[in-house]
């Protein structure tokens, strides 16, 4: 038995890989968040002078930041903050999204075509340069943050989940729903929407990924979470400047944002390989 | 066949899918003549596909060739290298694809993939190619080669871009033509046209025609000699007339009596079942489970492929030779005449109905858009209990008719009558009870039936509807 | 390709810019706190608040401030910087002329790695090649800028090394080694998070096309695996490659928002941060609507490109 010289022909790539890894590093990114709310080593605020900007021990497992205050404490009290702003942002951008795209879908025609060309136009702005201008209008601080991301993300996902819609509506089982005199608002929810959440649940959670950097990024530009409070952008920001001293206060919220995004990716790659597995016998 | 051009010996090809084999093609044995056509049909599963494209070695990834080789003047197509493969596909084997739309560049012109094939396989140079490529699109029935040519193919219509793929396939002159299902995303008119235009052109041409095709009709038309294939194993092989007159196999009886006949007025005949996807074990017959006359014997013994005495034509079934054992048709059918059945009076009336699209709501809907007419000044009625069909190739305008009828469309001039009431001008409860009672079935079961809903859910909906409308 | 697609695609563009450039404003007057308050402070007497509002404008209605402000923009006057007291359109003009650098540089240098070893994964997909390419530019789209700059000031910019400056500029005029010298570390920075964008979505690009059934046809017509890629595969695989250019210049503009911030680089993004954080309104839609008006020209000149190349799609 051989497999003898063949033509490639795409096979989807191995799924359990990024599924396995993202899922994982993703639950260790939420367990990070929960546990904080719970529990740290050290209260993340304690001060403790005589060990600043510590190397890596047994009582620091992760060092100590310039005012010595325990590095793993403050990735784990922070870390809510920044999961906050990660599904925050995404649970609000898909709540206005959402029905968007599926009214949009469902009724084309000028509707449509001026809710677009909005979408496009919102589009052209960066997710970062919008939630700032949001942030301008309502002002600094962690629910703002949220709004200003959540608001941010709104567009891409009309954009994907409004694709989706226009997909399942072109199939006979709407027409069908409408020839039985169904009405519009259950065809959208009832019939097209358990339809398209594939694309939501995989974009959803790539968004989380990158609403938790954005929300990180405006927090490093001291826009997001503020002071007294912390979380992993700000402890950056607070770290940058002693980084030739000590790079384990930039270590520590480097990593769990890593992580976390690159798990939230990964996940979400994995899903959409596994959602739209499609069978590789080819048609004999 | 000492002369065979292509010998496929023994071919047995199998699919690696989530970490078990599925086979498609099983010991498959084939030659093909110079000049002869050879159609192998089967339903969709059977391996035709897999078996046509292991003879340009081109199968996925996760194809298993577990034994065989395919033989091409000496050469084992399955065994070469990319190199000689690369001297041999366009020039020596070529092949017409079942998607013309899909086949072609969408970003090249079409004379372009033409004449590169006769500059990478010829050594011509620009001048001679575009002549030789001109020259081609006359062969093939296009008008014009100077502006196909130059075309894309989302300018051309079907049954063009069909014959573009022909004329690129026979550039080199070839001594085999592949055909995989040609004419399966045609209408019916421009297949029989470019049927036509291959009967032609094979009688010019002198290549030989391996025909896949799911289509017995299409294939009958063509075929010298024709392959039946079930589960990938060759049930029978013969002569065309011969076989098709006179099939020596349950399966092939079965597939002929299904071929709907306009003339003889009478209910075609399906085989029961389905075809098993499941991994297949060798021990019996592969058609056994749905065979009409099988025997105990058929179920614990595979039976071989038999030469029968009139030569050339062979059968896999243990009563091949023995053709009275098979052609007794247990389950004998036939439908009642239509015009039995008593007349009514009008149900339906449709009196000078026109449907208009509109297409491109012009610029953010202002603008001029254009009115496509899709149903023109049609009128007919309906009377109760009878069956008025209604045919016409795609884009006739059909399917928006059966819409309208439900009101499906969003206007439409003219009037359906049902049961002395406007259609159009019904209110809303009105409606709602006009289709209870009219009711549509769609083409494709595919997309007409919600994939997240049970089928308790899908037909329960509209029973719920009744039921609730009742004690409202 | 013909003049309708043409005038259609720009006329969109205007469109585009017009919705923008209200979008923009309206987010900008939001808060019910204004700027009168914000520059003479809490303590101002009421009348002379009302006296700056009635200079700024800020008395009129919505809409009359709103086209008073579209109608300069053409003209380059974009009112005036209420932190800095001067007109904010030069400002901005010379802040972008400093991005620009930064952001044709980043682009350049970027498509130039990202999209032959897109290609290159796609060909050869699911070799260690791609894998490796995957799996980098996964770990390149991860890692925040804010993260990537630091250690990149840490080793090249901090003893022992000190190869390059740690922050600032140095204008053109002034010194041409200077510029660049300070234009490295933010491009090195930038550069590293389009690559890895840019290379996954190259590469799922060219994927798609080399599944399509043409590259079939062209294999099995007996052309070399060469002539397929790039004949047939790239054709296509080009255009969607543009599209995807035109969108990364979108991530690349927010992206430098906050390496500018970094590297104290007088840039756009800088500038936005600053004019965010200081409320000061003119300077936040200016900076906004430039940044936005950026995407919108660029992908205007995408869908004209992908014109030229794929003809069937200057079809309506």
Not at chain 2, 320 to 329: H, K, L, M, N, T
Request: aromatic content about 6%.
């Amino acid at each position: 038995m051989s497999t003898l010289a063949t033509m490639s022909v795409p096979r989807p790539p191995r799924a359990n890989y990024y599924l396995v890894i993202g899922a994982t590093l993703t639950a260790l990114a939420l367990a990070v968040g929960l546990l904080g709310l719970l529990y740290s080593p050290y209260a993340p605020a304690k001060v403790d002078l005589l060990h600043r900007l510590a190397a890596p021990s047994a009582a620091h497992l992760l060092g100590t930041d310039r005012f010595g205050r325990d590095v793993l404490s403050r990735v784990l009290s922070g870390g809510w903050r920044s999961m906050t702003l990660g599904f925050g942002a995404t649970a609000l951008g898909l709540a206005i999204g959402l029905p968007v795209a599926l009214l949009t879908g469902f009724y084309r025609g000028r509707l449509d075509q001026i809710v677009m060309r909005f979408v496009d136009a919102l589009l052209s702005i960066p997710t970062l340069v919008f939630a700032l201008l949001v942030i301008v209008g309502v002002g600094p601080g962690l629910p703002q943050a949220v709004l200003a991301l959540g608001v941010a993300a709104s567009p891409k996902f009309v954009r994907i989940v409004r694709s989706a819609v226009l997909d399942a509506a072109g199939h006979d089982y709407v027409t069908a729903a409408k020839a039985r005199g169904e009405g519009a608002l259950y065809i959208q929810y009832g019939e097209i929407l358990p339809n398209v959440w594939a694309p939501i649940i995989v974009e959803g959670s790539i968004n989380v990924g990158f609403a938790l950097m954005g929300g990180a990024a405006l927090s490093y530009l001291g826009l997001g979470t503020q002071p007294p409070h912390a979380d992993w952008g700000v402890m950056i920001n607070e770290a940058q400047k002693y980084i030739s001293v000590s790079f384990w206060p930039l270590l520590g919220p480097a990593l769990a944002i890593c992580a976390s995004v690159v798990g939230f990716n990964l996940m979400g790659e994995g899903l959409r390989d596994r959602l739209h597995l499609r069978s590789s016998l080819s048609d004999v | 066949m000492s002369d065979a051009l292509v010998e496929i010996k023994s071919l047995s090809v199998s699919f690696a899918v989530g970490g078990v084999l599925l086979p498609a093609v099983r010991e498959l044995n084939l030659t093909l003549s110079p000049n002869e056509v050879v159609g192998l049909v089967g339903e969709s599963g059977s391996g035709k596909s897999t078996a046509l494209l292991a003879v340009m070695n081109y199968l996925p990834d996760n194809a298993v060739v577990e034994s065989g080789s395919i033989l091409y003047r000496g050469v084992d197509l399955l065994r070469a290298n990319r190199a000689t493969l690369d001297t041999i596909r366009g020039r020596r084997i070529a092949m017409i694809y079942q998607d013309p739309t899909t086949a072609l560049n969408p970003a090249m012109a079409v004379g372009a993939q033409i004449a590169e094939v006769l500059g990478q396989h010829l050594g011509m140079d620009g001048e001679h190619a575009r002549a030789r490529t001109h020259e081609l699109l006359r062969l093939v029935q296009l008008d014009d080669p100077p502006r196909i040519y130059a075309s894309y193919p989302h300018q051309l219509s079907g049954g063009m871009r069909q014959r573009v793929m022909i004329a690129m396939a026979l550039a080199c002159s070839p001594d085999v033509l592949l055909m995989d299902e040609p004419t399966t995303a045609l209408d019916v008119i421009v297949q029989a046209h470019v049927l036509a235009l291959v009967r032609t052109l094979h009688r010019q041409i002198q290549s030989a025609i391996l025909f896949v095709s799911h289509n017995l009709g299409a294939v009958a038309q063509l075929a010298d000699r024709i392959g039946v294939l079930y589960a990938g194993e060759l049930m029978e092989l013969g002569p065309a007339t011969r076989l098709l007159e006179e099939p020596q196999n349950p399966y092939t009886r079965g597939l002929v009596s299904a071929v709907p006949q306009i003339a003889a007025r009478r209910l075609p005949r399906g085989i029961p079942g389905t075809a098993s996807r499941e991994p297949l074990r060798f021990s019996h017959c592969v058609f056994a489970d749905r065979c009409a006359f099988a025997i105990d014997l058929c179920h614990t013994d595979r039976p071989a492929l038999m030469d029968l005495p009139s030569g050339n034509h062979a059968s896999r079934c243990h009563f091949a030779g023995e053709p009275a054992r098979i052609s007794a048709d247990p389950r004998g059918r036939s439908a009642s005449p239509a015009s039995a059945r008593a007349d009514s009076g009008p149900l339906l009336e449709v009196s000078r109905l026109s449907v208009e699209y509109r297409q491109g709501a012009g610029f953010l809907g202002l603008g001029r858009a254009r009115t496509l007419r899709a149903v023109r000044d049609v009128s007919f009625h309906l009377p109760r209990r009878r069956v008025l069909a209604i045919v016409g190739e795609s884009g006739s305008g059909k399917s928006t008719l059966a819409r309208a009828i439900l009101r499906l469309e969003p206007k439409v001039h003219g009037r359906i009558i049902f049961e002395g009431e406007d259609v159009y001008a019904l209110d809303a409860g009105h409606l709602r009870a006009y289709r209870r009672r009219a009711q549509i079935v769609f083409q494709n079961p595919t997309s007409s039936l919600n994939p997240r809903k049970t089928v308790a859910e899908i037909v329960a909906k509209g029973r719920y509807e009744k039921m609730k409308a009742k004690h409202a | 390709m013909n003049a309708a697609f043409v005038a259609r695609r720009v006329v969109y563009g205007l469109i585009s810019l017009a919705i923008l450039s209200a979008i923009i404003f309206a987010c900008t007057h939001l808060l019910p706190g204004d700027a009168a308050v914000t520059i003479l402070g809490e303590g101002a007497s009421s009348e002379a608040l009302a006296a700056l509002r009635a200079r700024l404008g800020l008395d009129r209605s919505f809409l009359a401030q709103f086209l008073d402000w579209l109608v300069g923009l053409p003209f380059g006057a974009f009112g005036t910087s209420t932190t800095l007291n001067q007109p904010a359109g030069p400002i901005i003009a010379e802040r972008f002329r400093n991005s620009l650098a930064l952001a044709v540089t980043t682009l350049g240098v970027a498509a130039a790695l990202a999209i032959p070893l897109g290609v290159a994964a796609a060909a050869r997909r699911g070799s260690r090649l791609d894998g490796s390419i995957l799996a980098a530019s996964y770990v390149g789209i991860s890692i925040p800028d804010f993260v990537v700059a630091p250690i990149l000031i840490i080793v090249l910019a901090s003893p022992p090394l000190s190869l390059l400056p740690s922050g600032g500029f140095v204008p053109f005029t002034e010194s041409f080694g200077g510029w660049l010298a300070h234009m490295v570390l933010p491009v090195i920075v930038l550069t590293f998070l389009l690559t890895a964008h840019l290379l996954r979505q190259t590469r799922s690009g060219m994927l798609e096309v080399l599944s399509c059934d043409y590259i079939r046809t062209a294999r099995l017509k007996g052309l070399p695996e060469r002539i397929v890629l790039w004949r047939h595969g790239l054709r296509n695989g080009l255009t969607t490659t543009i599209a995807v250019l035109a969108l990364d210049i979108g991530y690349l503009m927010g992206s430098i928002v906050i390496v500018e911030e970094i590297f104290a680089y007088p840039g756009l993004g800088r500038l936005m941060v600053y004019s965010v954080a200081n409320r000061d309104m003119p300077l936040v839609q200016g900076s906004a609507l430039v940044i936005g008006a950026v995407y919108v020209v660029a992908n205007l000149f995408a869908d004209l490109a992908q014109g030229v190349l794929n003809p069937r799609l200057t079809r309506s």
